[in-house]
Nanobody
Framework: QVQLVESGGGLVQAGGSLRLSCAASGIIFSISAVNWYRQAPGKQRELVGGITSGRSTTYADFVKGRFTISRDNVKNTVYLQMNSLKPEDTAVYYC????????WGKGTLVTVSS
């Protein structure tokens, strides 16, 4: 059974930084692409970015230059480093492994105060 557990969320002031983690189990992590999504209150879930098994990364325009995704295949963990945070980054952040079972974590809340 695939399990994804996000951690690292919290309250931070605008301009601050947080690093989120997504720990995976039940999959061959090293060959899995992993995505980060977020959902703000009253809004649809949106893609933040992703990392392939080959460590290629893509980002949504609204986080380019501020967020960085990386992975540690020994720890079966993907990270989302978030810098220069803005109040509009406030959301629940989820990690997702699309293949083969489209697995999702339960999310971690990030709140950015102005």
């Amino acid at each position: 059974q695939v399990q994804l557990v996000e951690s690292g969320g919290g309250l931070v002031q605008a301009g601050g930084s947080l690093r989120l983690s997504c720990a995976a189990s039940g999959i061959i992590f090293s060959i899995s692409a992993v995505n980060w999504y977020r959902q703000a209150p009253g809004k649809q879930r949106e893609l933040v970015g992703g990392i392939t098994s080959g460590r290629s990364t893509t980002y949504a325009d609204f986080v380019k230059g501020r967020f960085t995704i990386s992975r540690d295949n020994v720890k079966n963990t993907v990270y989302l480093q978030m810098n220069s945070l803005k109040p509009e980054d406030t959301a629940v952040y989820y990690c997702n492994v699309p293949h083969p079972l489209n697995a999702w974590g339960k999310g971690t809340l990030v709140t950015v105060s102005s």
